[in-house]
Nanobody
């Protein structure tokens, strides 16, 4: 059974940091690119970042470039999203998703499997 489980969300003050984790099981992570997406209330799901199956290629949305870092540890079947200098506009439910293949993109329609999401709230 394919599973992606996000963790690490919470409440943080503006300027703070969080590290999200995406623990995967039920499939061979080595063959999948992973993306992080977010959805704020009343807004469409937005691609935040993605990483190729080997980890050698990453993509970031302009809104998070320079602040967020995606990484993966295939041996631990886990993908991470380090989020620094958080802003109130980063508040959303964050999802990880898996896409079969080497390369990745930020279109949600490309992805095969999804986690349930973790809430990130940036507020003073």
């Amino acid at each position: 059974q394919v599973q992606l489980v996000e963790s690490g969300g919470g409440l943080v003050q503006p300027g703070g940091s969080l590290r999200l984790s995406c623990a995967t099981s039920g499939f061979t992570l080595d063959y999948y690119a992973i993306g992080w997406f977010r959805q704020a209330p009343g807004k469409e799901r937005e691609g935040v970042s993605c990483i190729s199956s080997s980890g050698g290629s990453t993509v970031y949305a302009n809104s998070v470039k320079g602040r967020f870092t995606i990484s993966r540890d295939n041996a631990k079947n886990t993908v991470y999203l380090q989020m620094n200098s958080l802003k109130p506009e980063d508040t959303a439910v964050y999802y990880c998703a898996a896409e079969w293949g080497f390369m990745c993109g930020l279109g949600f329609w490309e992805y095969d499997y999804w986690g349930q999401g973790t809430q990130v709230t940036v507020s003073s």
